[in-house]
């Protein structure tokens, strides 16, 4: 009997745990914002959950007037790839690239009331874009619904407003189709109320809904596009380089500036804001800035191309811009970033000027700074030991002096200046002072 009980247990459990398993797993998308790297991303992270929790069906939820064509064509792209079955519900608006979007789905619901359509390239103004974007949006809303058996002039007619479809589109407007419409020409399987909705009509009467959240980590990433959190950032890093090559080797303010590099660049990158050229313009930037400081004399050339390779850079890898190409860039974020940037600087001047003082004067740089004077009253000098005078001789300039650098005299090494100008390697010196830790110097006559 213990033997039956037993069995008939496991038989009982292996039913439950089939019939678990059997569930269909429908996954939750929601998009109802523009179009932008954000929910490029977002959509790019949902279709990756949905492999990983091996999700039977993908519902992505619509309600947007559209966006960015180029993240358009990213998740168009990305949904056509996908290999189980993506419904899109439209909740009230699929316009623009968010039409494009919906005909790449499997399955179009749309609540009523809805709409799907006028999918014309604007520009940041509401003006028509050139007709490069106009030509390649109507190809590739032709090729996605060709790809799913819809009709493909008047996905184009969704674009082209010289596209006649007699009682359809009439030549001169935009196809924009309501949600009896849409059902009428094919480009929608039904008017719906929910998600239950729709597996019902799918024949899915049982299954597991679950909606897709971003995760924390996705949150955080967010929270440092923040504008007022990028401004903070970059007042971090033009002032923890100011910090260092005023305190060098303390450590602390370069990699204070390096962490706030890296949480500026790495969330526009993950976002799609910033690409590869837009960091190599910030390197290229502290570079010449380098080179201005340690190399090149004065502040000329480098030094000014440093400071706008770099602000530049900073500013562009906020704006979703194509290679300079700001036709979809609105005029409002433009100027969140570049205000942005700009209010970052000044914030690091303000801190140079008034928090350098107490910087310096603080426990903790007394810490790690040298605070003794070494005074003469104590038996310092800052005169380094000669047997006899130096002033008179000459000798080359070992390095360039420019206007400080090394020289040698007589097969020794000695630290020397001038009075301000310039001497190349190899010229013949005069030394004209002694006194102090380095010889005086001046080009030999």
């Known amino acids: 009997m213990r033997k039956l009980f037993a069995i008939a247990g496991f038989v009982f459990c292996g039913l439950l745990w089939a019939q678990e398993k059997e569930r269909p797993l429908v996954l939750h998308l929601k998009i109802n914002d523009v179009i932008d790297p954000r929910t490029n991303r977002y959509s790019e992270l949902g279709l990756e959950k949905a492999k990983e929790l091996d999700a039977d069906y993908v519902i992505l939820e619509l309600d947007t007037y559209g966006g960015a064509l180029n993240d358009a064509d990213d998740i168009r792209t990305r949904i056509l790839n996908f290999d189980r079955p993506i419904y899109t519900y439209i909740n009230k608006d699929a316009a623009s690239a968010g039409a494009l979007i919906s005909i790449a789905c499997d399955s179009i619901y749309m609540a009523k009331g809805s709409s799907i359509g006028a999918a014309t390239v604007v520009t940041q103004d509401g003006a028509a874009a050139p007709d ?46 309501s949600t009896s419409e849409a059902i009428k020409y094919g480009f929608c399987e039904a008017e719906v109320n929910s998600i239950d909705d729709i597996m019902k009509r799918s024949g899915v009467e049982d299954y597991e809904l679950q909606e897709f959240k971003l995760g924390t980590t996705e949150k955080i990433i967010s929270l440092f596009l923040n504008p007022f959190v990028s401004g903070i950032l970059i007042l971090i890093i033009i002032g923890g380089i100011y910090f260092e090559l005023q305190t060098p080797g303390v450590g602390f303010p370069i990699l204070a500036s390096l962490v706030a590099i890296i949480l500026y660049f790495v969330p526009n990158y993950l976002n799609g804001l910033a690409e590869n050229w837009e960091i190599i313009l910030f390197v290229v930037g502290i570079i010449l800035i380098g080179l201005e400081v340690f190399v090149i004399p004065g502040f000329g050339v480098a030094g000014v191309l440093g400071l706008i390779c770099t602000l530049g850079s900073l500013v562009l890898v906020m704006l979703n811009n194509d290679m300079f190409d700001f036709s979809f860039v609105g005029e409002q974020e433009i100027f969140v970033s570049v205000t942005t940037v700009l209010a970052g600087m000044m914030g690091a001047i303000i801190v140079m000027f008034f928090g350098g003082a107490r910087l310096i004067n603080s426990n903790v740089f007394k810490r790690i700074a040298l605070q003794d004077v070494q005074d003469s009253e104590q038996g310092f000098t800052s005169t380094f030991y000669k047997a006899k005078s130096m002033v008179g001789k000459k000798g080359v300039a070992y390095t360039r002096l420019r206007p400080s650098g090394k020289v040698e005299i007589d097969g020794e090494i000695y630290d020397a200046f001038t009075r301000g100008n310039f001497i190349d390697e190899g010229v013949e010196i005069e030394v004209i002072s002694d006194e102090g830790t380095s010889l ?3 080009e030999a006559q």
């Open 132 to 177: 490069k974007y106009q030509s390649y949006m109507r190809s590739i809303m032709r090729s996605t619904a060709e790809a799913k058996g819809r009709n493909p002039r008047m996905a184009e007619a969704m674009v082209d407003e010289d596209i006649d479809l007699d009682s359809i589109a009439t030549e001169g407007k935009i196809l924009t189709l």
């Open 440 to 442: 005086k110097v001046k």
